[in-house]
Every structure is written in structure tokens, then in C-alpha cells.
């Protein structure tokens, strides 16, 4: 008996060695053509080769059972026209916008030009291959290969040298260089040789990505298991976000109170405070639209409660606040604690909705309220459930939800990987749901709200999420710490995210953790003036950071940069709706419209983006008197002063405390509310079209609805493009689409960087006169000497009736 034992013991411990050796595609079987693609049978797997799109092409391996992401990819194929050519050795697809060749022993991938050019291929020696349960794609790197994207993820804007790992993660006050983080967007974009393409990698377990990390030979993806399941597309790289915002899901339009100011903190309380906060706000004349609140608001940090003592009549608190002009917004986490006399304990139990052990035991962790149990969000009952639940907060006003502690976070930080979740029927473990737990609880969240709200619109913000998260939320950057480092980073991640599809995206401006000086907070707040989200929040036992904390001058640059931010909502506005409809982020990486220019990439000008399409964001550290920027591309105005500025060249110039480098493309079009007041929806009837001289052709969409329901996605609002032609020396507003009266009564063109001379034929009337975007600040320390004027001289004007239809203006 002994001796079988033995024999039993070694045959296992062979079959763990065989497991754990390296394994090839196996040896070529057959071949199969369908309508959408093809089937490659190996002897040890299948690859199934699908168009989506003409330049989009699924690659699957699969081993044995189908192991796949059921939540991330919402279309179904196109029809596309492809052939297919075999011989000995390889097959050819070719397709509409790129062909794609595929060696048979080994299986390799080779994506190609229809000149011909490698876009991207697999690593001639390597391929793919299989450890155990881990499989690895090896891709050869291509000479001055870049890579860019993946989601949340820190370090530079190019990632060509290192490693990263996704797996969600509670990572309080992470460090600059720090991964994993709080969510998983497995998607990136690769450039070189005058060519980019992206890989989506479909795959909820944890995964790994190396972009010639320690080597110089290959760029990898791998999974710890499941099928590997990835994307290939093929495209200049706005086409590229497109294309994967198309597969993944796009961000519908949020509700416009979302876009202004919110005022967080861990915590404002009692009541009285909370309201008091707003009432400062109106006070001192500063704009903004949302108090959040942190988990103080909660009885003993339960989800669903209110603190009898500091929050007795939370509905009429925020009936007052609404009176007040702002939204309420409330933290959501998703530990239920265990708690007798706890309705949603108790609710939570009886439906059967909590994440449990194989053994049926459900799954108690520790976390703010206690001991807790967490509701399964990849189970549709679990979700239904959740709605029911958030009624408590609908019923009472709330129209804003944050989910956080969604990685699951809980103390201890050791989530046991054998907890079983429903995955929408298809049972899986922690190692494959983790990642995709917080998408799941943002849809939830979402879907419960949208319900619960009817026909209003809500805001849903989260932490955590996997791709596709953008369909359901905005996203922000976690428990970052006040220093230069964390908030040039968080430019880089809001940048990141973007490139990743997720286009609603902010910071803690501020810094959450610890404390940050004066100047520290007035650059911040600068930069959040041109993020797609704009929140201060800081923690408990910190410094006070509301726009006035930090002394009056810091205060009137605050109030400067945030009243800014208000002026350019109809800029941004229509920002948004172009990255609903398409995809392409508010907050541009320069990558994107400069893809294959170097000096993006260089560390001296990789935090630059350009907020929308026109305008340009150099970010400079709070110490720094001068800053250094790279104009790409054509021709720039300084934002504040009209000075042009040839493109193509670098530059040093001096910018004082409360002047945030800034400047603005040629030939831009950008509309401005003149008259926006405190809060968004106090936007006056004067609308400012901001024309740059240029010259280049130009075209922007001017969007205006009601800011708050659906009733957009039935024709409910107003449309009007704008086109600016240097050639025909021209501005044309057409004639506006859809049922929505637009607000705006009067229509002031301000002409930048033209003269009298160039437009004195324009057949209206002509003013000259100066302009400024800020109030000059009036108490700072003389010693400095700033100038603290920021007026355009010269500036030249016209102002009409904006109810007209379609307007022409020649000069």
C-alpha cells in the first residue's frame, strides 16, 4: 500500500512538472472558412479569427471549455469582405483595411498594411505560448515602438520599458511609480513607423503586460487563465479610441450639474455644516453644483442609513441645498454589515444576493461598518436588488452616486480567491471576477438610479472597473497625496484613461492625503478647471481644501479659475456629447493628434494635453516660475494675451501664481457662456464665439438640451454647426437641429489675431475693445511684483441676434 502511495505521489508531481513546462500552439490540423472569418485547429487547441469591423479582427484561443468575459464587449460582427488564400506553409486574409497572415508551424499572427507593412506581429521564436494556466502572446518590437494607454497606470505617458499587472487593488496614498491600482483596462496602442494599432485583451483574470520590460526583444500580454481572447485594431489612433469605444461601450451624456464644481471632504458633518459649505460658496461668489458626501453621513457607515444624530432630516437638508443651487452626491460602498434590525442585512440574506464559498457559506470580510457580507453584482437578482436599496436615497433627492471600496477592498487586503461568484450564469471563482466586480457594481448603481430617477439623468462615479465601465460612470483616480509629483501624475492617468476609453475622468484636486501648500493648491485647481470631472476632496485630519482655505489670494485665483471653468461649459458640453457619440476623450493626450511627433513623448512635455480639440494645457509644478512647452503642430495664441506662437518649437516663459499656461490652436472655434453665474444652471442668454485666425479650415458643433433628462435621445435639443474657412474668409453658423429653444438670445463674434483691416469689410458692426477671461487678483505679496492683468488689447467684436437661422459673416 505504501509503495502504490509513492507511485501515486510521483506521477502527480510528473504531472505538476509537464503542467508547468513551457507549451507551444501544437502542430497545425485544419483549417475552416466561414462567412465572418476563420477557424485554425491546432492538436492541442482551437484559434478562431473574426472580423468586427473592417478594421477590427478577434483572435480566440481556446484550449478546452469556453472561458470568456461575458460583460465588456457589447456588439455583435459586421459583415466584412475578406479572402482567404492557403498554401503549404501559410494563410493569407485579406482584407478590407488591413490583411492578415498567419504562419501554420508554429501559429503566428503577422498584421500587415495593404502595402504591405507590419503593423504588428508576433515574436518570430516565441508566439504564444502556455505556462500551467498562464498564456502569453509575445510580440516582436518594432524599431522606436511606443506604446500608450492601459487604462490607470502610472509612470510615463510612453510605456515602452516597463511591466504592469492588472488587478484591481485598494492602493491608499500609492507612490508615483506604483501598480497595480484600482481598476483593469486591458487595452493599449502601440505606434511606430508612421503606424499605430491597438490590442484589446478580453480577459477578466489577472493579466500582465510587458512593453519590452527587461528585454529588448518582445513586447507580452498574458492571462493567469481563461481563454486567450484579444482585439487587433488597425487605424490612425482617434479611429483606434473610436473603433474600442464602438466594441466596448461609450459614456451616455452625464447630467450637466456634473461638470461643474463639487465640493467633497472626508467628512462634512453634521447637517448644519454641510449646508454651511454650500452657503459659503454663494457667499463668496464662487460657482458650483455638488456637495458629495463621505461616509460620515451614514449610521455607523452602513450603506442605506443616515445618521439620526448629525443627518436627522437628510430630505430636507438637501431640498435646502437644492434651493441652494446643488446636487448631493453619496459615497456608496458595498460591505453590508452584519447586523441584526439592518433592513438590508436582513433583505440581502432572504434574496439569496451575497458572494459565498463553494460550500454555500457566505463570504464575511471586514471593512468601515464591520464585519460585512458583499452582494454579488455579476448576478442580475443581485443587481435588481441593489435598485430596490438605492430607492432610500432616490426617495430622499440624491441624483449622485459614488461607488467606492469596489476592488473589493477590506481589511487585511487578501479578498480569498475561492469565493464563488455567478458571472450572469456561468459560475466563477475570485480570479475571475474580481476585475470585473466594480464595472458590475457601476452598473448596478447606474441602472438602479436611471430607474429609480425615471427620466432624469444620474451621475455615477466609481474606482474600480474593467472595460466597459465608461458605459455606466465616470472614473477618478483614488487616494492620491498633495504633492507636485501626484498631481502631475494624475494628469497623466486622466490623459490615460482617455486613450483607454473612459472619457469622464478627474483627481482629487487638492491632494487627498496629507497637506499641500498654498501654491500647491492653486495650481490644482487650475489644472481641475480644464479636467472632464472637477472635485476637491481631501481626508480627515488634513488641511481644509475648499477654494478659500488657503488665504485670499489663493482664493481669488480659485475663484477665477472655477468661474473660467463655468464660462467654458458650452465648450465642454459639446466636448462631451462628441465623446458619447464617438468615443474620443474630452482630455487629448498629444498623442493623439501628434501621434508620431517625439517631443510628446519626451518627459519635459508628456503631461501636455489638450483639453477638447483647441485647447492646449501645459502643467507646471507649484514651485516652478517658469515653464517649459512644446508647441506641436501649426500655430498657438496664448490664452491670456492673444500672442501667436509659430508650432514646432519649444519654449520658456515666465507664468506668475495665477496664470496656468494656456493656449489655443489656430483656427479654433470656441463658444463661451459670458454671462455664466453660480452654477450650470445659471448660464445667462450672451453667447461668446471665441474665432482664432488661422489657416487652417475648421468645424465645431455648438450643443445646448435641457442638461438634466433623456429627452436628447428623442430629438430634445439644439444643434448647430459652425465652420470657420480662412480661404473663403468666412464664419457660417448653419441652422440649428432639433426641438430644444436654445437659451442664448445674443450671438458677440470675438475675433482673435485678426485686424481691423482684415475684417472692416464684415458687414456688421465692428468694435474694438479689450477682453480678459479672469478678474485681476488684487492681493498678493508686492514684494513679487506679478502682473496680475490679464487683458487682450485690441481685441475686435460684433455682436448679433443668435435666434437668426443660418448666419454667414464675410470679410
Known sequence: MGVELVKESMAELSNQVKTNRIKGPGIFQSLEVSDGGIRISTDIEVFTVRFYRSNIVRIHHQTEEKDTNPFSVIEVPQEVNFTVEEN????????????????????????????????????????????????????????GERFVGLGEK????????????????????????????????????????????????????????????????????????????????????????????????????????????????????????????????????IPADVIVLDIHHMDGFKIFSWDEKNFPNPKVMIQTLKDLGFEVVVICDPGIKIEENYKP???????????????????????????????????????????????????????????????????????????????????????????????QMTQASYEGATANLGNERPFALTRAGFSGVQRYSAMWTGDNVANDDHMLLGVRLVSSLGLSGIAFAGYDVGGFVGNGDRKLFARWIQLGAFSPMYRGHSMINSHDSEPWSYGEEVEEISANYIKLRYKLLPYLYS?????????????????????????????????????????????????????????????????????????????IKEYPLEKLPLFVKESAIVPIYAEAGSNTRDVGALLELHLYNGTQSNFFEYYEDDGTSFDYREGTFHRRS??????????????????????????????????????????????????????????????????????????????????????????
Not at 487585511?412 to 464563488?420: D, K, R, S
Not at 501649426?634 to 491670456?640: G, R
Open 88 to 143: 503549404d506553409d501559410s494563410i493569407m486574409i485579406v482584407g478590407e483595411e488591413f490583411d492578415l497572415a498567419v504562419r501554420k508551424n508554429p501559429i503566428l499572427f503577422t498584421f500587415l498594411t495593404k502595402e504591405g507593412k507590419i503593423i504588428n506581429q508576433d515574436e518570430d521564436g516565441l508566439g504564444t505560448e502556455s505556462q500551467g494556466d498562464q498564456t502569453t502572446v509575445y510580440k516582436k518590437l518594432q524599431k
Open 154 to 285: 502610472t509612470g510615463g505617458l510612453d510605456r515602452r520599458g516597463s511591466g504592469y499587472q492588472n488587478w484591481n487593488t485598494d492602493h491608499f496614498a500609492y507612490e508615483v511609480e506604483a501598480d497595480p491600482l484600482y481598476s483593469t483596462i486591458p487595452f493599449y496602442i502601440g505606434v511606430h513607423n508612421s503606424l499605430s494599432y491597438g490590442i484589446f485583451v478580453d480577459n477578466t483574470y489577472k493579466s500582465h503586460f510587458n512593453f519590452g520590460a527587461s528585454n529588448n526583444r518582445f513586447s507580452s500580454f498574458s492571462t493567469d487563465a481563461g481563454d486567450m481572447d484579444y482585439y487587433f485594431f488597425s487605424g490612425a489612433v482617434e479611429e483606434i479610441i473610436q473603433s474600442y469605444t464602438w466594441l466596448t461601450g461609450r459614456m451616455p451624456m452625464p447630467p450637466m450639474w456634473s461638470l461643474g464644481y463639487q465640493q467633497c471632504r472626508y467628512s462634512y458633518y453634521p447637517d448644519s455644516e454641510v449646508v454651511d459649505v454650500a452657503k459659503k460658496f454663494r457667499t463668496k461668489e
Open 345 to 439: 442585512y436582513h433583505s440581502g440574506v432572504e434574496n439569496d444576493i451575497f458572494i459565498k464559498y463553494r460550500d454555500g457559506q457566505m463570504y464575511e470580510g471586514e471593512v468601515w461598518p464591520g464585519w460585512c457580507h458583499f452582494p454579488d453584482f455579476t448576478k442580475e437578482e443581485s443587481r435588481s436588488w441593489w435598485k430596490e436599496m438605492m430607492k432610500s436615497y432616490t426617495d430622499v433627492g440624491v441624483k449622485g452616486f459614488w461607488n467606492d471600496m469596489n476592488e473589493i477592498a477590506t481589511w487585511g487586503q487578501m479578498l480569498p480567491e475561492n469565493i464563488e461568484f455567478d458571472m450572469n450564469g456561468e459560475t466563477a471563482t475570485t480570479r475571475k471576477a474580481r476585475n470585473v466586480y466594480g464595472l
Open 575 to 651: 466636448c462631451f456629447l462628441h465623446a458619447s457619440e464617438t468615443g474620443v476623450p474630452v482630455v487629448r493626450s498629444l498623442a493623439i493628434d501628434y501621434t508620431h511627433d517625439d517631443q510628446v513623448y519626451d518627459q519635459n512635455f508628456e503631461n501636455q494635453y489638450l483639453f477638447g480639440p483647441s485647447i492646449m494645457v501645459a502643467p507646471m509644478k507649484s514651485d516652478d516660475q517658469y515653464a517649459k512647452v512644446y508647441l506641436p503642430g501649426e500655430s498657438w495664441f496664448e490664452f491670456f494675451t492673444d500672442e501667436k506662437y509659430p508650432g514646432g518649437q519649444e519654449m
Open 722 to 811: 459652425i465652420s470657420f474657412s480662412p480661404e473663403k474668409k468666412n464664419l457660417i453658423l448653419n441652422t440649428s437641429t432639433g426641438s430644444y429653444p436654445s437659451k442664448m438670445k445674443k450671438l458677440k463674434l470675438v475675433f482673435h489675431g485678426f485686424t481691423k483691416e482684415e475684417i472692416e469689410v464684415l458687414d456688421a458692426q465692428v468694435k474694438s475693445e479689450s477682453y480678459s477671461f479672469l478678474t485681476p487678483i488684487s492681493n498678493f505679496d508686492p514684494v513679487e511684483k506679478r502682473e496680475t492683468k490679464h487683458e487682450i488689447e485690441n481685441v475686435l467684436t460684433v455682436t448679433t441676434d443668435y435666434q437668426a437661422d443660418e448666419m454667414t459673416f464675410n470679410w
